[in-house]
């Protein structure tokens, strides 16, 4: 690259880090956002701002109920604010969702299977297949949450290093997968549950009885896997390798005292994580045998029988947060006990309090976040922008694919300065949610665009709170690599996965292909009630 296209990327890269360094944390952002929402709220009621509510009738006119902007300064207002704040928090729809998935995948994380079992899928790659099999192995980590970024990453360099290829483009191409395709995966997981409990609390200020389902993604997530595996290959290998160029050995940095030495790719499992894997597998496999038995067997309490056609798995999908809880922790233990890393009961509950240990922050923030959403609900200012934003949309009369490629790119600009996925959504989501279900599009629909744009733009961002890490793992190989280097080798990956992305988006809601079991692109409000 030219030392003048150089300087460019660089100075932007400079301003993007002083600028989003210029923000505030994530919790505080919420709570100036719920000092400037009170500001809005008595404004709007002072001036009589208000909307037809979409599905509500008014008894006595028999005309569509009309819902007016409340002061959060008024004493129901005050008063509910204080008298229900333990609930306000508690009942935050991700909370409940995050906190017990994440008890089953402390315990699979701490044990070592993730890490063990990342590590056995890419060590004996054949030469020719090393790229797309990290980049797999990357996109379907994210199930493992941090482990995929302090094992794999690194992992992956010393592969491509003792392929003969250059380590930083190994690294380039996991941190692509892990944080570029951060929702493409074929199963889901603690993002899904976090994300659609979001959704849900959006949703229900237009349709109350909206039950969020953590599978309404899973079918675009799957494709997405899909189709970024092949532009993550490409990019890597026709892109970022060809132009980090070949590997010096005497760039390389010894591994700072403070960090642990990147692991070793020849080393072989042992017989004891070899045999904690295969039981692992066998626990997996007893989990889905159960919840099949559940679905299908005597009695199928996981099927709603009563419902119409399309109501009836319904049960089914809201127990697969209780079913990723169990299925983490049941391969998780058994890998444990077989390896000898989970020698007691004790060492299991141990396990699953410091998984709620690392929840800590998330917790802080959920505060902030549930009293903003509750606040921004309270105020009807999320229903009332809604109501006149979908009107406002369907005058100009954009086709929803268009609109949704609108969402992607603006969330992808704003995770330049707001790291957090749940931040972002949480602030987002209140809006764009009943809006689009007022022109039509469902909320699985809003969200999976929301997670394309989100993703692409996380490995550019320095804002990015594993992106000083990743710097490390590339100043291991190359002692002179700094942030704009990282910025750089990484941008075409942003780009390619953006345009991608935005691609799979508009296809998807032009074919008007489900995003998952029994979630539709499009919306239909149910007929207005008194």
């Given at each position: 690259m030219a030392s003048g296209s150089n300087e460019q990327t660089g100075g932007i890269l400079r301003w993007i880090e002083r600028t989003g360094n210029r923000l505030p944390d994530p919790v505080f952002i919420f709570v100036y956002l719920i000092g400037v929402l009170i500001l809005v709220s008595v404004a709007a009621a002072m001036f009589g701002w208000s909307a037809a509510h979409p599905t509500k009738i008014d008894e006595q006119t028999g005309a569509a109920a009309v819902i007016a902007a409340e002061s959060l300064l008024s004493a129901d207002n005050i008063r509910r604010l204080w008298v229900e704040m333990p609930t306000t928090f508690t009942h935050f729809h991700p909370l409940g969702y995050v906190l017990v998935v994440m008890l089953g995948a402390g315990v699979a994380e701490r044990s070592g299977l993730f890490g063990t079992a990342m590590s056995a899928a890419v060590r004996d790659a054949p030469k020719f297949l090393l790229t797309p099999l990290v980049a797999l192995v990357a996109m379907l980590g994210n199930l493992a949450a941090d482990a995929a970024y302090v094992v794999l990453i690194p992992l992956a360099g010393a592969l491509f290093a003792a392929a003969g290829r250059h380590p930083v483009a190994g690294i380039a191409a996991a941190f692509a997968g892990v944080s570029g395709g951060f929702s493409a995966n074929l199963l889901p997981g603690q993002l899904d549950a976090l994300l659609f409990g979001i959704t849900e609390a959006a949703a229900e200020t237009i349709l109350p009885s909206w039950d969020a389902n953590i599978a309404g993604n899973w079918y675009f997530i799957s494709a997405m896997t899909v189709v970024f595996l092949p532009v993550i290959w490409y990019v890597t290998d026709r892109v970022i390798e060809p132009r980090l160029g070949r590997y010096d050995p005497a760039s390389r940095a010894e591994p700072p005292p403070e960090t642990a030495a990147e692991p070793t790719p020849d080393a072989p499992l042992t017989p004891a994580q070899k045999r904690g894997l295969l039981h692992a597998g066998l626990a997996t496999l007893a989990v889905a045998v159960l919840w099949l038995?559940?679905?299908?067997?005597?009695?199928?309490?996981?099927?709603?029988?009563?419902?119409?056609?399309?109501?009836?798995?319904?049960?089914?999908?809201?127990?697969?947060?209780?079913?990723?809880?169990?299925?983490?922790?049941?391969?998780?233990?058994?890998?444990?006990?077989?390896?000898?890393?989970?020698?007691?009961?004790?060492?299991?509950?141990?396990?699953?309090?410091?998984?709620?240990?690392?929840?800590?922050?998330?917790?802080?923030?959920?505060?902030?976040?549930?009293?903003?959403?509750?606040?921004?609900?309270?105020?009807?200012?999320?229903?009332?922008?809604?109501?006149?934003?979908?009107?406002?949309?369907?005058?100009?009369?954009?086709?929803?694919?268009?609109?949704?490629?609108?969402?992607?790119?603006?969330?992808?600009?704003?995770n330049l300065f707001v790291g957090s996925a749940s931040a972002k959504w949480a602030l987002l989501a209140p809006v764009l949610v009943p809006m689009l279900m007022l022109l039509g599009i469902s909320p699985e629909t809003t969200t999976a665009a929301y997670r394309v744009g989100d993703g692409a733009t996380n490995i550019i961002t320095p804002l990015m709170v594993y992106f000083p890490l990743i710097l490390v793992f590339c100043q291991r190989w190359q002692k002179d690599f700094g942030i704009g280097s990282l910025a750089a080798t990484m941008t075409p990956y942003s780009i390619w996965l953006l345009v991608v992305g935005v691609g799979l988006v508009v296809a998807w809601v032009a074919l008007d292909v489900p995003l998952g079991p029994g979630a539709t692109v499009g919306f239909t409000l149910p007929a207005a009630a008194p």
């Open positions: 038995f559940f679905t299908f067997g005597p009695g199928t309490p996981l099927i709603d029988e009563a419902a119409a056609p399309t109501g009836r798995l319904t049960p089914f999908y809201q127990s697969l947060v209780a079913g990723f809880f169990l299925l983490f922790l049941a391969a998780g233990w058994a890998y444990g006990r077989a390896a000898g890393t989970v020698k007691s009961h004790r060492d299991l509950v141990q396990m699953m309090a410091g998984s709620m240990g690392d929840m800590a922050y998330y917790l802080v923030l959920a505060f902030a976040a549930a009293h903003f959403v509750a606040m921004f609900n309270w105020s009807n200012l999320g229903l009332i922008t809604a109501v006149h934003g979908a009107a406002g949309l369907e005058q100009l009369a954009l086709p929803a694919p268009a609109l949704l490629a609108v969402i992607v790119v603006f969330t992808a600009g704003l």
